[in-house]
């Protein structure tokens, strides 16, 4: 039989010997991996792959678009990764020449090789197969949600107003809060380039100079109702329809409104109206989604209702799961429904049409039972990414829900497969009296001290 000198590697000094761990890539990543695109980004020492995260936080390993959180799993084998010497790189595992093999690679016993005559003199030993190191586990890639919740932090302090307020935080000597650039944001949150784009564009946040800024609610208001007044009316527009309401508008026009609203800078309104808007087929133009800057005046105009911080129940724990001792959600007051929709419509001129509460889904709760009846602004962002800690939340908030007035709050947990299945794990679905489905909390988790 085959025979090689196997033994570890000679002890190096501390801190110079390499560490090596074991990576399971899914058909995606490996897919990206062998995309041309990723051998040119290879090419030009740019990362197609990138391990990210805070200090504080689990390191995750992420893709151009997608994060994916790292599991370790233990092998049934344990797995050696072997090094040769200079002799025995070829061949490590090739037979001996006395030992033969017939056509088809199979093993000859020793009679059948006497046979064949006298042994032919033994060639030189083959070298030696180092062991570098013995491995345990696999690391598995686990599709994870990108937690960007650190970026309403990293911008704070930092929101731009205007040129006339840049130049006040100039003369009285106020500009001394750090800013952060896009780049900074790879060691501070786990999550992919193009997540991190979307939650600027979720957080209002605009780059300036290189670096982050954020468009204060206050500043929205003052730019987008002057954007709604110079865009021209659509021949149709139903306020019932569920397809987008778009026109075209040429960008000059739309970025002297903002001058004149808001003494705006044209680098930033250039990307507060790419928010909402794609380039025209016409140069010079863009097509404005006028559904998502009515709804984008609601949400600003939701958020001014008042602010009031109060203190969630604390329960004892019964179930399962423990979740935060004290909790406090950060509720804003409530408004009279009839009062804010008078608002709401008078900031957004031509398009009042389009002001109903449907449009708000996923950023307000409703009582329409109170009286008068009220809004609340509930932003999706201001909950917790923790499923079993945004159910407590919503539960808290309200016992019982209607199923399509609990779902848009938790939309942004995974996909159809994976909501489903917190559905059922934390919701319990009762037949109410009129026939509809009600949703209320299932005692698996509960807010404990």
């Given at each position: 039989?085959?025979?090689?000198?196997?033994?570890?590697?000679?002890?190096?000094?501390?801190?110079?010997?390499?560490?090596?761990?074991?990576?399971?890539?899914?058909?995606?990543?490996?897919?990206?991996?062998?995309?041309?695109?990723?051998?040119?980004?290879?090419?030009?020492?740019?990362?197609?792959?990138?391990?990210?995260?805070?200090?504080?936080?689990?390191?995750?390993?992420?893709?151009?678009?997608?994060?994916?959180?790292?599991?370790?799993?233990?092998?049934?084998?344990?797995?050696?990764?072997?090094?040769?010497?200079?002799?025995?790189?070829?061949?490590?595992?090739?037979?001996?020449?006395?030992?033969?093999?017939?056509?088809?690679?199979?093993?000859?016993?020793?009679?059948?090789?006497?046979?064949?005559?006298?042994?032919?003199?033994?060639?030189?030993?083959?070298?030696?197969?180092?062991?570098?190191?013995?491995?345990?586990?696999?690391?598995?890639?686990?599709?994870?949600?990108?937690?960007?919740?650190?970026?309403?932090?990293?911008?704070?302090?930092?929101?731009?107003?205007?040129?006339?307020?840049?130049?006040?935080?100039?003369?009285?000597?106020?500009?001394?809060?750090?800013?952060?650039?896009?780049?900074?944001?790879?060691?501070?949150?786990?999550?992919?380039?193009?997540?991190?784009?979307?939650?600027?564009?979720?957080?209002?946040?605009?780059?300036?100079?290189?670096?982050?800024?954020?468009?204060?609610?206050?500043?929205?208001l003052s730019l987008l109702p002057a954007l709604l007044q110079v865009l021209p009316l659509p021949k149709y527009l139903d306020p019932t329809s569920t397809s987008a309401i778009t026109v075209e508008a040429?960008?000059?026009?739309?970025?002297?409104?903002?001058?004149?609203?808001?003494?705006?800078?044209?680098?930033?309104?250039?990307?507060?109206?790419?928010?909402?808007?794609?380039?025209?087929?016409?140069?010079?133009?863009?097509?404005?989604?006028?559904?998502?800057?009515?709804?984008?005046?609601?949400?600003?105009?939701?958020?001014?209702?008042?602010?009031?911080?109060?203190?969630?129940?604390?329960?004892?724990s019964i179930g399962f799961l423990t979740l935060r001792s004290s909790l406090f959600f950060l509720q804003y007051g409530g408004q009279r429904l009839d009062t804010f929709l008078d608002k709401w419509k008078?900031?957004?001129?031509?398009?009042?049409?389009?002001?109903?509460?449907?449009?708000?889904?996923?950023?307000?709760?409703?009582?329409?039972?109170?009286?008068?009846?009220?809004?609340?602004?509930?932003?999706?962002?201001?909950?917790?990414?923790?499923?079993?800690?945004?159910?407590?939340?919503?539960?808290?908030?309200?016992?019982?829900?209607?199923?399509?007035?609990?779902?848009?709050?938790?939309?942004?947990?995974?996909?159809?497969?994976?909501?489903?299945?917190?559905?059922?794990?934390?919701?319990?679905?009762?037949?109410?009296?009129?026939?509809?489905?009600?949703?209320?909390?299932?005692?698996?988790?509960?807010?404990?001290?």
């Open positions: 039989m085959t025979t090689r000198s196997v033994s570890f590697v000679a002890p190096r000094p501390e801190g110079s010997a390499p560490t090596y761990s074991l990576l399971s890539l899914p058909a995606s990543v490996l897919a990206l991996l062998s995309s041309d695109e990723a051998t040119t980004s290879l090419s030009l020492e740019s990362s197609t792959l990138e391990i990210r995260g805070h200090s504080t936080d689990a390191a995750v390993l992420v893709t151009p678009h997608q994060t994916y959180s790292l599991r370790g799993v233990q092998n049934s084998n344990s797995l050696c990764l072997c090094t040769a010497t200079k002799r025995g790189e070829k061949g490590w595992f090739e037979l001996d020449e006395e030992e033969g093999s017939d056509q088809e690679g199979n093993l000859r016993s020793d009679r059948e090789v006497e046979e064949e005559g006298p042994k032919r003199k033994k060639r030189k030993g083959k070298g030696e197969i180092l062991i570098e190191t013995v491995l345990h586990e696999t690391l598995e890639l686990v599709p994870a949600v990108a937690k960007t919740e650190r970026l309403k932090e990293l911008v704070k302090g930092s929101e731009y107003r205007g040129e006339d307020a840049e130049q006040d935080r100039q003369r009285e000597g106020t500009v001394n809060k750090k800013l952060y650039t896009f780049g900074e944001l790879g060691s501070l949150l786990p999550a992919s380039d193009a997540e991190i784009r979307l939650a600027l564009t979720r957080h209002r946040i605009v780059t300036l100079d290189t670096h982050l800024r954020s468009i204060p609610t206050s500043y929205l040429e960008d000059e026009e739309l970025l002297e409104a903002f001058d004149a609203a808001g003494d705006c800078r044209t680098e930033a309104a250039r990307q507060v109206l790419d928010w909402f808007s794609t380039p025209a087929e016409k140069i010079g133009w863009s097509v404005l989604r006028v559904k998502e800057v009515v709804r984008e005046v609601g949400i600003v105009l939701l958020a001014q209702g008042g602010v009031s911080r109060s203190s969630w129940k604390i329960v004892p008078g900031l957004c001129h031509q398009f009042e049409s389009l002001c109903t509460p449907t449009l708000l889904t996923n950023t307000s709760i409703i009582a329409p039972n109170s009286i008068p009846p009220s809004i609340t602004y509930l932003p999706i962002s201001h909950l917790s990414a923790d499923p079993a800690t945004r159910f407590s939340e919503l539960f808290t908030l309200r016992p019982k829900w209607f199923a399509d007035d609990l779902i848009p709050f938790i939309d942004d947990l995974g996909d159809k497969k994976k909501r489903d299945a917190l559905v059922m794990k934390f919701v319990r679905k009762v037949k109410g009296a009129d026939g509809k489905m009600v949703w209320s909390a299932r005692n698996l988790w509960t807010v404990a001290a």
